[in-house]
């Protein structure tokens, strides 16, 4: 490992660190290949500031000549620098946290600021610290995740008459984004399979992703279908869709992009299942953004968190103009619309927009925390996330290698899976004693997904996690959270588990912005957070008081 | 008077449901059976008949408490009579007319004088550590001489003459002269309040400026006071072309003079009427709801309420200075202020029984226009306005940013202000204490506060931490404007299908009640115990025994609590898709608060 190369300078003293929520204090900056470390060294305190450079999603520095001029704090009697220059690295984290560091020395400084950028976005996976980070009571021989396709698979029994488990992708040839296993239809054969394969997106045939206990209904999602412009048919597909709804009259095809979109996809080789080739299967489309327009609202939503300046007005205008909000909406009242199919009117579902690695992920997890009580434990929920997102071939590398700050050329970005966590967060919060976890789960996810000290949301797909040893070289974040210790803290205090589908208001008054995001280094929102601490302790001690 | 019509639909306006049943109009309200629906005559803002359509004629009725209801009454001539009947009784020929005064809840006199006793406003100055060598209790306006519009007891510095004091009332806006409604004991600061000077373009009153001078004298820590003139400046320049103004820095030794720029009623009117237009129609997008909560206006002046209280503070708190406010009547805006930023100084005011005497004091005392702005006699419509509303709100506001904070909760504020509107209880009613006591109310109608009082248990705010205030006496907001969020639970208060279906504060009162039993029951159990001990005889039988029957009561709490909450789930009332949804019976029970009956 060669990361000394990019460090210049690895420890200046009497740096002035500036951060939320905290009096500005003066110590030691060290930058290490992976972390940036401040300690303070005043009388009475040490506090140790510890950030992971890959959290740094921008920085801006300034430098400034200060002859002649006598600091702010060296009046108060503290070392006098004979150099008369200074400079200042503001930092801007991916968990949108903002921290300032003085730094004594022109040069200095810009070492300083020319290590963490160098540092922050290094590509190689390999160099990445999940893969140097060894706590002490983890063991990279600890179990890897919490479920799999073949895990739901032996657990859900009424899946074995219909449904089979097929490796037809164990060496990920037939689909590079889907896992060895995936769940099929009975009566469709691996043959089949590879061709349905050909037929879809990034060979994202359609598997099953949900079985409805209730009325044996599923949720399937793949990518399009490659029909092009002259309206290519392809029989395994269509047998592949019969055999799911086999019996039924009918199933639903909910295409998360507008039929305007989906026509035009047609132009570039996509596509659509059309009425006359799929005669039972009826489409709904409902578009949702992704993308480039939904990184541009984080951005957008971000900046306007940041801007003090605003008045109220401005304020309002800024959230509007982002879309974030409207973005939310419509993922929960689409994913409604995905429940409502399954479990009111009982037909089963396809869902997929083009690739299939996005907003069809975002619906299906959201549809399945709505219908399937054993998903909102927090293990049932963790495991979700790992079907339907890592499993299933989210590109997390791509997604989310920068978040709102970053001012390099945004390329394959997309906060899809904040906008996952905002819309459990809405959930969350019009059925607080539904879900088993807390808020504070799905900031460490937010947080996490971003930079982190476990391998889990490393790569884009199952196969490269593979190739780099991800699962033996890593611990996993998953497992972590469920130590005792963390599983208490991540809990809901209130929990109260229930059968009933939880059916979100999708009205714009009873959605919220999410402050604990969005705010999260304000005041305010300590308070809150203390509000929440309370009410855990309160239930803690009548529950002891029940018991005793 | 009873009028009964059958067959008629009542409306879900935000899905395309609709529930059958009957309508009732009595007395006192209009009753919906089959929904359990209850309105006060009194709630009722305006009642409309729109064109005959093929499924009936409908009636939409739109409250002051933000209830909009619409039925459809299959016969037009059924749907006439509701609605002139209803015209009818929608307009109180009298206060006599009011509810209040047929308002029987079955106390006899002394149970009604004692509630009229539970808010004693001179002890509540005392409490603040008025009178003290600097403040006095004046009798100047024990007959209402002075000013008509003021209590009879008021508080000025001991300096502050009579001649001087007449005066002053006599070159203020109604004689409304500046007297003390909060003493800062800490710092010695007064917060003071009155109405513009009648100054125009040069007129000066020597009794006046001696006035300012007393309230200046009487606090050492500073050799000035703010005058802080809640109006925007425009406002204030215009009303000197009328003979009235703001006070001239020049004439008035020691005072800093402020603007802060809060609209008038008209504006407040306006805008919360926006407000209701925009979440009142149908089919909502997320842009169409924002950029009509922008163009409301209606966070703007919230957020403008709550600066000016933050100013207040700080110069009372942290610079130690006293501060005269005042807008043109002192009677709308002066009293959001004063009485937010007494909120924001004094932790008392943030507990139930504080904040009762808060609304008691800067709001009915000082004569905030209650009967007019809350149009309880059908009077002038251009005198209605939401400005005590606005005030609840901004205390909502800061109840969310400081959850710790507060003692009720917001069920609390949704109470007092249904209550305000309902004309039920006799606090509210006329525009100021000489016209209550014309009208006898303590003597004819009953306190709102007993009644609160009798309910404390329902508004209580779960995470309330006496040690939180004492850590934080003095509250210091943020008003960047990402705090302030629309306050669902009041504007749609009665919209079900767009609240939480499960709600914490709810779950946390049940358990805690729950655990406060079983405490007691262990309590009980250990006194039996130490008992049994003492007479040592079979103890260790009985002991079981009694463990026994105290497990089984609680598990039987413990189920009905769950079930209880079990019952707040609710379907979502209209769907996401209407071509695939199928109707499903609606299973939603009655939050808390949500639905209450009036009657």
Redesign the interface.
């Known amino acids: 490992m060669e990361f000394s190369e990019h460090i210049k300078t690895a420890n200046v003293e009497d740096v002035v660190l500036r951060q939320p929520l905290h009096p500005p204090s003066r110590g030691t900056l060290c930058i290490t290949g992976h972390h940036l470390l401040f300690s303070d060294r005043e009388e009475g305190s040490s506090r140790q500031v510890l950030l992971l450079l890959r959290n740094i999603d921008a920085i801006e520095k300034s430098v400034e000549n200060l002859l002649g001029y006598s600091g702010f704090f060296s009046k108060a009697g503290l070392s006098e620098r004979t150099s008369g220059s200074s400079g200042t690295i503001t930092i801007k984290c991916k968990d949108l946290q903002v921290l300032q560091l003085d730094i004594p020395g022109m040069e200095q400084c810009l070492n300083i600021a020319h290590s963490i950028e160098t540092l922050s976005c290094l590509d190689s996976v390999s160099e990445m610290y999940p893969f140097f980070y060894r706590p002490a009571d983890l063991s990279l021989q600890d179990q890897w995740g919490l479920s799999s396709p073949e895990s739901y698979y032996s657990q859900m029994k009424e899946l074995h008459g219909r449904w089979r488990l097929s490796s037809v992708n164990r060496d990920y040839s037939v689909c590079p984004s889907y896992p060895p296993a995936v769940i099929v239809p009975n009566s469709i054969d691996d043959d089949t399979l590879r061709k349905v394969a050909k037929f879809r997106q990034g060979g994202r045939f359609p598997v099953l992703c949900y079985y409805h206990r209730k009325n044996g209904m599923v949720i399937m999602r793949s990518s399009q279908p490659l029909t092009g412009a002259n309206r290519k048919r392809c029989k395994e597909d269509e047998l592949l869709l019969q055999a799911v709804i086999d019996g039924s009259d009918k199933g639903?095809i909910i295409d998360t992009r507008s039929s305007q979109q989906a026509q035009q996809a047609r132009m570039t080789g996509g596509g659509f299942e059309s009425k006359s080739c799929y005669s039972h299967w009826k489409r709904?489309h409902r578009q949702m953004e992704r993308g480039k327009a939904l990184q541009e609202s984080l951005i957008k939503l971000v900046e306007?968190?940041g801007d003090?300046s605003?008045?109220?007005?401005?304020?309002?205008?800024k959230?509007?103009n982002s879309?974030w909000?409207?973005y939310?909406?419509t993922a929960l009242?689409?994913a409604?619309?995905l429940a409502?199919?399954v479990e009111?009117?009982g037909h089963s579902v396809l869902v997929h927009g083009s690739e299939g690695t996005d907003s069809s992920l975002l619906i299906s997890t959201l549809a399945q925390l709505i219908m399937d009580p054993c998903c909102r434990t927090l293990d049932g929920f963790l495991a979700l996330l790992e079907r339907e997102w890592l499993q299933a071939g989210h590109p997390f590398q791509q997604r989310c290698a920068h978040s709102a700050y970053s001012h390099t050329r945004l390329q394959q970005e997309s906060p899809v899976f904040l906008l996952l966590l905002d819309c459990v967060w809405q959930l969350w919060?019009?059925?607080?004693?539904?879900l088993g976890f807390s808020e504070a789960l799905l900031l460490r996810l937010a947080t996490e997904v971003y930079a982190s000290d476990y391998g889990t949301f490393l790569c884009n797909s199952d196969q490269e996690r593979c190739a780099v040893g991800v699962k033996d070289k890593t611990h996993c974040l998953f497992q972590a959270l469920l130590r005792p210790r963390e599983k208490d803290y991540y809990s809901n205090p209130?929990y109260?588990p229930?059968e009933?589908a939880?059916?979100?208001?999708?009205?714009?008054?009873?959605?919220?912005?999410w402050?604990g995001f969005?705010?999260r280094w304000?005041?305010?929102i300590r308070?809150?957070e203390?509000?929440q601490e309370?009410?855990r302790n309160?239930?803690i001690?009548?529950g002891k008081?029940?018991l005793? | 008077m009873c009028l009964q019509v059958e067959q008629v639909r009542l409306l879900d306006r935000?899905s395309s449901k609709s529930t059958n049943g009957t309508l009732y109009l009595t007395a006192t309200h209009l009753i919906f059976l089959q929904k359990e629906t209850f309105i006060l005559h009194h709630h009722i803002a305006s009642v409309e008949k729109l064109s005959l359509t093929t499924t009936g004629c409908p009636l939409v009725i739109q409250c002051r408490n933000f209830r909009m209801v619409q039925f459809v009454v299959q016969r037009e001539r059924d749907c006439h009579d509701i609605y002139s009947s209803l015209l009818r009784l929608l307009r109180p020929g009298g206060y006599e007319d009011l509810y209040a005064f047929s308002y029987n809840p079955k106390q006899n006199d002394q149970q009604r004088e004692e509630g009229w006793q539970l808010i004693d406003l001179g002890a509540e100055f005392e409490r603040m550590g008025v009178p003290c060598d600097q403040w006095q209790l004046t009798d100047v306006n024990r007959d209402y001489k002075v000013c008509e519009t003021y209590p009879r007891d008021l508080y000025v510095p001991i300096t502050a003459s009579k001649p001087i004091i007449v005066g002053s009332s006599k070159f203020r806006s109604k004689g409304r002269f500046p007297v003390l409604t909060y003493f800062y004991q800490e710092k010695k600061a007064a917060v003071c309040r009155c109405s513009q000077p009648l100054s125009g373009f040069s007129a000066r009153c020597l009794e006046d400026e001696s006035l300012l001078q007393a309230i200046s004298k009487a606090n050492h820590n500073s050799r000035f006071v703010y005058v802080m003139d809640t109006r925007p400046k425009l406002n204030a320049l215009a009303n000197r072309a009328a003979g009235k103004g703001y006070e001239n820095e020049d004439n008035y030794s020691n005072i800093r003079f402020q603007f802060v720029g809060i609209e008038n009623i008209h504006v407040m009117r306006a805008s919360l009427q926006k407000l209701l237009e925009v979440?009142g129609s149908r089919p909502?997008?997320?842009?169409?709801?924002?950029?009509g909560?922008?163009s409301s206006?209606w966070?703007?002046h919230i957020?403008a309420v709550v600066d000016a209280a933050i100013f207040l503070t700080k110069a009372v708190t942290v610079e130690g200075v006293s501060v005269l406010v005042h807008c043109s009547d002192g009677w709308d805006r002066t009293a959001q202020v004063c009485s937010l930023g007494s909120l924001l100084m004094d932790p008392y005011y943030r507990t139930i029984k504080g904040f009762m005497v808060l609304i008691e004091k800067d709001w009915i005392s000082f004569g905030h226009k209650f009967a007019d702005r809350c149009d309880q006699l059908d009077g002038d419509p251009k005198e209605v306005s939401p400005i005590f509303t606005q005030f609840l709100e901004c205390v909502w506001q800061l109840t969310e940013?400081?959850?710790?904070a507060f003692e009720f909760s917001e069920w609390f504020l949704l109470q007092i202000h249904e209550h305000v509107h309902s004309c039920q209880y006799g606090n509210f009613l006329g525009n100021n204490q000489r016209q209550r006591e014309e009208l006898q109310l303590r003597e004819r109608t009953h306190s709102l506060w007993a009644f609160l009082m009798s309910e404390k248990q329902n508004y209580l705010n779960?995470?309330y931490?006496p040690a939180y205030s004492e850590a934080h006496p003095v509250l210091e907001p943020?008003t960047?404007?990402?705090?302030?969020?629309?306050w669902?639970n009041m504007y749609?208060q009665f919209d079900r299908?767009?609240?939480?279906?499960?709600?914490?504060l709810k779950?946390?009162l049940t358990?805690?009640e729950?655990?406060r039993k079983?405490?007691s029951t262990?309590q009980a159990l250990e006194t039996v115990k130490v008992q049994r001990h003492e007479e040592d005889d079979e103890q260790e039988e009985v002991g079981e025994e009694a463990m026994e029957s105290t497990d089984t009561e609680?598990t039987v709490e413990?189920s009905s609590g769950?079930d209880s909450?079990?019952q707040s789930?609710?379907?979502?009332e209209g769907?996401?898709?209407s071509d695939?949804?199928?109707e499903?019976p609606a299973v939603v029970s009655l939050e808390f608060g949500v639905a209450r009956m009036t009657c």
């Open positions: 639903y709904l306007a968190c003090e605003n008045n109220m007005d401005r304020w309002l205008s959230l509007e879309k909000l409207s939310v909406q009242s689409t409604g619309l409502e199919c009111r009117d919060r019009q059925f607080p004693l539904a209130l109260e229930t009933l939880i059916w979100p208001s999708v009205h714009p008054q009873s959605l919220q912005l402050r969005f705010l304000t005041q305010q308070h809150l203390e509000a309370e009410i309160m239930v001690e009548w008081l029940a005793s | 935000f979440i909502l997008s997320m842009s169409d709801y924002l950029v909560l922008e206006g966070l703007r957020k940013q400081f959850p710790q779960p995470f931490s943020s960047l404007p990402y705090h302030f969020k629309f669902r749609h299908s767009m609240h939480p279906r499960q709600s914490i779950t946390i358990l805690r729950n655990s079983a405490e262990l609680r413990g769950t909450r079990k789930y609710g379907e979502l769907t996401y898709n695939v949804a199928k499903e």
